[in-house]
Each structure stands twice: as structure tokens, then as C-alpha cells.
């Protein structure tokens, strides 16, 4: 699963509070779509859990589901409090998770 | 006759909604501002950034300007003005067409032009131009010339069993108007820039999807028979819609409904 | 009618008539149900456990009005709201009226957020209202909708 987090706007200070976009390739497959040569349906498979840390203590949680777009994206907004690392772990209803990080450096 | 006419007139009108701009019918300026978001947090950056890697692990850039003869530095402003003539090739050819030279000289598996890794890895070279216009030059020599020709006739020649064109839905004259409820756009006008944006996501099968690819999946749903990537029609039609939008600025990858 | 402007209208209805099997099949087959399927009603009853929802300015709701394909619906929500421990937005939750599983991402948020905002990108299986609903600290639940209408685009 690629993932990608931006961090918005690019320059922020100690205080700002800053958008955080995080991004994942996943098909969210509902479990409603045939397959188009077997005619089979596909199995659900969507990302089910997200979490956003910073320095280990979680801002936010989120229970997904299959309704979100294909390749999701999940915005939130953060106080930035002053440098650290934001991590974000996103697991998916097959049980695969993956763990993306980001600095977070504030400027002034 | 007349009367056949205006029952298929009326029938195509039931079938695809052709109207006149009606607001009601358009998105509102903050319906666009929304779309526009997109932009910002587009997953085929994703895609962007993998081609990077695959592109550095296959070329590399300074291998990349060596095949088209240019200075590394100068790669950007180069790679606006594709498609272009190069020499080594004796043709003109496009972005991926390069690729495919690139990794050839460095003695690499050549990847095919449909393949994802390609998609990804044009996406990232086109976007080593980010910020330049599209500085396409269908006047450079006579190699050019001949291509934009060949591009136009592509564009206009009436084929599969509708006798469609690409001019049936694009030409200056039925821009604005809708095929179901999708605005026909100008593919010359600065806000459409349409050559310079792409390869782009495209929502409607969540992913990004090259330009060439993009002309043949409307040949596909207009009934025409799909003009083969690399041919020297496909090249031709590239040079020639990309021309439509020179010196609009280069923005990739983009997001396309 | 000039023979031009119908060639013109022809060539645009013959352009798109390709699609049409699809509509027509689609309506034949059973209606496929989905591994969470959840009504509105049983959704939100599951959120607020019961209690009252209310319609609320100080939630922001933005989707479009017209979404140019239901695949990639853009949806913001905002909640006016202080965020501090003594007071701040416990959650927000985004529901798709009618899609099959209504429920789109329960959000539960902290403090440390410093505002209520949420912004994704929905699947909407057709025209809807996409509804927000904002679970406060003080155990009170504000909510605001936004319809969107899903058309069909063009070729391809």
C-alpha cells in the first residue's frame, strides 16, 4: 500500500493550525462490483482503520468504509505544538497495515 | 426526410441531453473551486513519485539528456516541446517513445508503452517540465510539418460504423455544447490546456491514464477501431492536439473528471 | 433544420448510444448487497444511540452540488466549535443517505486537532444527500446535509 502525507500549507510555526492530507493507493473495493471475465463478484476490500499520532500520542481514529473514493484521501486539521513525528497507520479490512511518518518542523 | 430528421434530432436529444449552457445544468463556481482541490491532494502523485524511482533505477537523467542531445540543466525547458524530431530516432516521437530509446542505450529491458511502469515514469519526466508552456513546434522542420498534417487529417477523417471524428465532438464549433451532461471542451483554451495536463488521474477509473491512451479509450467508446500507441497516427494526433494548447503552462500530473 | 446542425446532433447521440447497454442490464440483474449494508436510519440510531439531531449552522458542510461522476465526490466538514479538553467535537460522522452501506467515515477526534474538520472524497451510488453529523462533548449531536447530484458524463 503507497501512501503519501502532505502537510498544509508547507511553512507553518509552533501554534498554526495546519491541515494534514494523507493519502493511500487501495482499490476500496466494495463487494458489490463484478469481476468483468468471471463475472464473479470481487471480495470487499477497503482500508477500515486510520489512526494519526504525533510523538506516539493519537490526535484522531478513524473507522473507514468502503463508501470513501478509490486511492482515499483522509484530511485533517492539527495544532502544531512544536517539532515531532506524525505518524499515520492505516489497516485495511484483509488485515494488511502499513505505517507512513512525517516531521513535523515548525518554523519561527 | 424532414421528418426522419427531426425525429432523430429529437432522439438524440432524449439520449444525450444536447442543450444549450443552462446554469442549472453547470457546476457553480464553488462546485469547481471543489474539483480544483483535487489538484492539491491528487493520488497519482503517488504515481509520480514512482516513477521517479523506477526512471532513476532504469536511466537516470544524465543518460536520459545524453539521448536527446542536451545539457541535463536544460531538460525541462527540452521536454516542453515535445513531441519533437530527434535525430538518433530519424522521427518524431513523443515522451515515452524516448524512454524507450533511453533505456535502450543504457542496455536496459526497453518497457513497452502501455505498461504501468511507463505510464509512470512519462508522468514523471513530463513533469520535470512542470511550470513551462508547452512549447511544441509544428514549424521546426519538415519532419514536424508533416506530422501536424498527418495529426489534423487523424483528427478530422470520418471513420468506424457512426462516421465519427475526433471533430464530431471537438471541433470550435459544438464546444459548450453537452454529451449527457458533460460540457464539450475547447481542447486549445487556456483553462482546459488540455495536452500540458496530461498523463492525469482520471476519477472515473481511478487512475492516471496518458494522453495517448486517453484518445484511444474515446476512439474505443465512439466505435472507432483504436489507432496502436507509438504508431505514426497516434504520434501524429499527439502533435497535433498538442499544438492546439501551445504555450499554455505544463501542470502534472492533473485531474480529469 | 439545416442538415448541418443535425449531422451535428447525430454524430454527439450515436457518440454516446454505446453506453446505453450497460443502463439497460444493470436494471435486469438483482440488486447486489453489500457486506455492511446499514440503512440510514439504523446508522444514524447507532450514532446518536437514540438522542436528538439537530440541524445545526455551526456544522459546515461542503460537497457539490453537481459532482461531474459519483466515483470521486469531494466533502469537507467543518464544526464551529471550541477544542479544548472542557469543550470540543468528540466526532464527526459522513453518511451517504442512499448508498447501500450509508456509512462513509466516523472520525473521532481530540483536542489536540485544534479545529473539527474532516475532508475526503465519497463514492456516491447516485443523486443523495451526503449528511455530516458532528458528536459533541456536551453529548449533544448537530448535523447538516448537503445534496448532490450524480450525472453521467460524457463518453468515457
Known amino acids: ?108 | 426526410m424532414r421528418r426522419v430528421t427531426l425525429c432523430a434530432v429529437a432522439l438524440s436529444a432524449a439520449l444525450c441531453g444536447i442543450l444549450n449552457a443552462d446554469e442549472k445544468l453547470s457546476m457553480s463556481d464553488a462546485d469547481k473551486a471543489m474539483y480544483a482541490e483535487l489538484l492539491e491532494s491528487n493520488p497519482a502523485e503517488m504515481d509520480v513519485a514512482e516513477g521517479e524511482q523506477l526512471f532513476g533505477d532504469l536511466i537516470g537523467s544524465e543518460a536520459y539528456a545524453k539521448v536527446l542531445g542536451v545539457k541535463e540543466k536544460d531538460l525541462p525547458k527540452h521536454i516542453a516541446g515535445f513531441p519533437r524530431y530527434v535525430d538518433s530516432a530519424k522521427k518524431v516521437v513523443t515522451l515515452a517513445q524516448t524512454i524507450q530509446m533511453a533505456a535502450a542505450s543504457v542496455g536496459k529491458p526497453v518497457p513497452k508503452l502501455e505498461s504501468k511502469e511507463m505510464v509512470k515514469m512519462s508522468a514523471y519526466v513530463k513533469s520535470l517540465a512542470n511550470g513551462q508552456k508547452t512549447s511544441i513546434d509544428v514549424k521546426a522542420n519538415k519532419h514536424m510539418a508533416e506530422m501536424h498534417k498527418l495529426g489534423q487529417q487523424v483528427f478530422e477523417e470520418r471513420r468506424g460504423g457512426r462516421g465519427l471524428s475526433c471533430n464530431s465532438c471537438h471541433s470550435t464549433d459544438i464546444v459548450g455544447q453537452r454529451l449527457r451532461m458533460q460540457p464539450l471542451p475547447d481542447l486549445g483554451a487556456k483553462e482546459t490546456a488540455a495536452a500540458g495536463t496530461w498523463p492525469a488521474y482520471r476519477m472515473t477509473q481511478s487512475q492516471m491514464v496518458t494522453l495517448d491512451k486517453r484518445m484511444q479509450q474515446c476512439m474505443k467508446n465512439a466505435l472507432l477501431a483504436e489507432i496502436p500507441l507509438g504508431s505514426r497516427e497516434m504520434v501524429a494526433l499527439e502533435v497535433y492536439v498538442t499544438n492546439k494548447t501551445k504555450g499554455n503552462p505544463i501542470s502534472i500530473p492533473s485531474v480529469k473528471r | 433544420m439545416e442538415r448541418r446542425s443535425f449531422l451535428k446532433g447525430f454524430g454527439v447521440a450515436a457518440a454516446c448510444a454505446v453506453a446505453l447497454p450497460h443502463v439497460a442490464s444493470a436494471a435486469d440483474e438483482k440488486k447486489v448487497v453489500g457486506p455492511n449494508e446499514m440503512k440510514f436510519e439504523t446508522a444514524v440510531a447507532a450514532i446518536t444511540g437514540g438522542k436528538a439531531l439537530v440541524a445545526s449552522s455551526k456544522v459546515k458542510m461542503e460537497a457539490p452540488e453537481i459532482a461531474e461522476n459519483g466515483a470521486v465526490v469531494p466533502v469537507k466538514v467543518t464544526v464551529e466549535s471550541p477544542m479544548t479538553q472542557k469543550e470540543y467535537v468528540k466526532a464527526i460522522h459522513v453518511l451517504a443517505s442512499k448508498n447501500g452501506n450509508v456509512r462513509c467515515a466516523n472520525i473521532y477526534l481530540t483536542p489536540a486537532n485544534g479545529e473539527a474538520f474532516f475532508g475526503t472524497r465519497v463514492k456516491l451510488g447516485g443523486t443523495q444527500d451526503v449528511v455530516a453529523i458532528a458528536e459533541m462533548s456536551d453529548g449533544s449531536f448537530l448535523t447538516a446535509k448537503q445534496n448532490v447530484k450524480v450525472t453521467i458524463g460524457g463518453c468515457g
Open chain 1, 1 to 108: 500500500m503507497k501512501t503519501l502525507i502532505k502537510i498544509k500549507p508547507k511553512d507553518y510555526k509552533a501554534g498554526d493550525i495546519v491541515k494534514i492530507d494523507f493519502m493511500a493507493m487501495h482499490p476500496m473495493e466494495t463487494g458489490m462490483r463484478k469481476d468483468k471475465d468471471s463475472g464473479q463478484l470481487i471480495p470487499a476490500h477497503y482500508i477500515d482503520e486510520v489512526k494519526f499520532m504525533f510523538n506516539d500520542q493519537l490526535i484522531t481514529k478513524m473507522v473507514i468504509w468502503e463508501s470513501l473514493s478509490v486511492n482515499p484521501l483522509m484530511s485533517i486539521s492539527f495544532k502544531v505544538p512544536g517539532e515531532g513525528t506524525l505518524k499515520v497507520v492505516a489497516k485495511d479490512n484483509k488485515g494488511q497495515s502499513v505505517e507512513s511518518t512525517a516531521k513535523i518542523t515548525p518554523k519561527g
